[in-house]
């Protein structure tokens, strides 16, 4: 079964400074993967995806992520936080025949001045 | 605005008391997911339907939850003798089928008192 592993479940960044978010999938078959972000009592919104083609994905808000696979794993960057980047990001591949997500416990980003 | 509705946005129950979540997908999608989201985690699989039929059930849905989405559109959760356990926020999220691409509610916190 896909997982992923989210290491930090806390990250803290000064504002303009280069957030990297890390995100590993167990897997040997790469498989479609996502990254959701959530604010505080809200639902999750797409950041981004990676299906096939290239392995550099764009997503909104600034931010990117690059498919590795020999590394297995798919890491957000944003070159410069904002203070509104501040809240919890999940990576998750898709799993199963019904296309369900299976999420990582999540990382909260923190941004200071 | 078209995306995905959630009712109520929160509910505080008693223990031992039933109660249901309502869940409006997006027009035309036909595939509708549920999700359980506790304090710290990631959300975790409970369901989905494929218009009206629920083709699978996560081991987390115990015999008090139901799902039903009795014509294909708008579907609801309902827990019976709810527990303190099942104090969290129930996500919905829906898909135009084989997209891979889920859309989500701002979910319904329960609180069980």
């Known amino acids: 079964a896909q997982s992923v592993t989210q290491l930090g479940s806390h990250v803290s960044v000064s504002e303009g400074a280069l957030v990297l978010l890390r995100c590993n999938y167990s897997s040997s078959v790469p498989p479609y993967l996502f990254w959701y972000v959530q604010y505080p009592n809200q639902g999750l919104q797409l950041l981004l995806k990676?299906?096939?083609?290239?392995?550099l994905v764009k997503g909104i808000n600034g931010f990117e992520a690059e498919f590795k696979k020999s590394e297995t794993s798919f890491h957000l960057t944003k070159p410069s936080a904002h203070m509104s980047d501040a809240a919890e990001y999940f990576c998750?591949?898709?799993?199963?025949?019904?296309?369900?997500?299976?999420f990582g416990t999540g990382t909260q980003l923190k941004v200071e001045l | 605005d078209t995306g995905v509705s959630q009712n109520p946005r929160h509910k505080i129950t008693k223990r031992g008391q039933n109660v249901t979540f309502r869940c409006d997908p997006i027009?035309?999608?036909?595939?509708l997911y549920w999700y359980r989201q506790t304090l710290g985690q990631g959300p975790e699989f409970l369901t989905y339907f494929q218009n009206e039929a629920q083709l699978e059930k996560s081991r987390l849905l115990s015999d008090r939850f139901s799902a039903e989405r009795p014509k294909g559109s708008f579907s609801t959760l309902e827990i019976q003798r709810t527990e303190q356990g099942d104090s969290a926020m129930y996500l919905c999220a829906s898909s135009p089928q084989d997209s891979g691409l889920s859309f989500f509610g701002q979910g319904t916190r329960l609180t069980v008192v």
């Open positions: 998750a591949p898709l799993t199963g025949g019904g296309n369900k997500l299976t």
């Open positions: 990676y299906t096939t083609g290239a392995t």
């Open positions: 027009s035309e999608h036909n595939r």
